[in-house]
């Protein structure tokens, strides 16, 4: 079968050889990793900031894509990296492109759940982070908004996310997420997790009750 041509006249072949990819600006792929530990209360694996920007400040274990690595890869080996976690199941839950998100340019993310397990006490801090530690999490609903509390002994971190939801073409809802107020959690991870936290009210994993 002959090859299709373009109206200049190339083949698939000739077009990507001369393809030039400066064309468009590329932004930054990074992986976030929610890891929960349910049981009488819900915990999530934090880790603290050893560099700038956010220095000091709470984050979700993750960092940025290599060449040639798919961003589930990303995900898996910055977990390990960050907390010694590895093997864990993982779910994909949502993606993050809000400009002015990260203050060190165009960065994209894709966050991933997993449940921890009996494996909570393998968490150990890699040589990325300052530490990683289990926070308590709760969450109350504040009309249209969600308010997030984590708490470890003396530290206490919080974020307020408002939450707008309309039927989604798949029955599942089509939410509208806002970050409104953050402390103490680096980015707009508090988005990350008012996100995860909404995905497993829907699942029946947590309840969310009304404030």
């Known amino acids: 079968m002959e090859a299709l041509r ?14 030039d990819d ?10 976030d990793n929610l890891i929960f530990s ?12 050893k560099g700038h920007p956010y220095l000091g400040f709470r984050a979700l274990p993750g960092g940025f894509a290599e060449p040639g690595e798919s961003v589930e890869e990303t995900a898996a080996r910055e977990l390990a990296e960050e907390t010694g976690l590895c093997g ?15 203050p060190r340019g165009w960065v994209v993310t894709r ?9 909570k ?19 109350l609903r504040e009309k249209n908004a969600l308010r997030i509390s984590l708490t470890d002994g003396g530290e206490k971190l919080s974020a307020l996310v408002r939450a707008e939801e309309e039927p ?3 029955g599942r809802p089509n939410r509208r997420l806002k970050l409104l107020e953050s402390r103490g959690l680096a980015f707009d991870h508090g988005l990350v997790i008012a996100d995860a936290l909404l995905r497993l ?9 009304e404030a």
């Open 6 to 19: 373009d109206e200049k006249g190339r083949t698939e072949e000739e077009f990507l050889l001369a393809y």
């Open 22 to 31: 400066s064309r468009y600006p590329h932004p930054s792929l990074t992986a």
């Open 38 to 49: 349910f049981g009488e209360t819900t915990e999530l694996l934090l880790i603290r900031r």
């Open 88 to 102: 864990l199941e993982s779910e994909s839950a949502g993606f993050f492109s809000a400009p002015g998100r990260d």
């Open 111 to 119: 966050s991933f759940m997993a449940d921890v397990g009996s494996r």
């Open 121 to 139: 006490e393998e968490v150990r801090a890699g040589d990325d982070a300052k530490d990683a530690r289990w926070f308590r999490l709760t969450a």
């Open 168 to 170: 989604g073409v798949s």
């Open 201 to 209: 009210a829907d699942g029946g994993k947590i309840r969310i009750d």
